[in-house]
Nanobody
């Protein structure tokens, strides 16, 4: 099987920064867009940011101006730079992309990385 692997979460104070990374668990092809989602306790999973293969980005309103999504196509890696973090950014962050595996495109997710913003 193939999946995505996230890293970079942790505990940070309000106003601080974190950088998340995500890459496939094995060599593969990524079909097009890569995205970051998050899920806070008691809430539905929401799309935070996405990026096309060509670098076009999109953000949910609550993170515009604070978060930056980027990708390195040569490394099959997507990043989420999170600045000016707020307590309401606390959530498990998930990476998502379509990966080529065993002759099919697979809607792949990572296991999630916890981000805690607290003083």
């Amino acid at each position: 099987q193939v999946q995505l692997v996230e890293s970079g979460g942790g505990l940070v104070q309000p106003g601080g920064s974190l950088r998340l990374s995500c890459a496939p668990s094995r060599s593969t092809v990524i079909r097009k867009d890569m995205a970051w989602y998050r899920q806070a306790p008691g809430k539905q999973r929401e799309l935070v940011a996405s990026i096309t293969r060509g670098g076009t980005t999109s953000y949910t309103d609550s993170v515009k101006g604070r978060f930056t999504i980027s990708r390195d196509n040569a490394k099959n890696t997507v990043y989420l730079q999170m600045n000016s973090l707020k307590t309401e950014d606390t959530a498990v962050y998930y990476c998502n992309a379509d990966l080529w595996y065993s002759g099919n495109w697979v809607d792949a997710w990572g296991q999630g990385t916890q981000v805690n913003v607290s003083s």
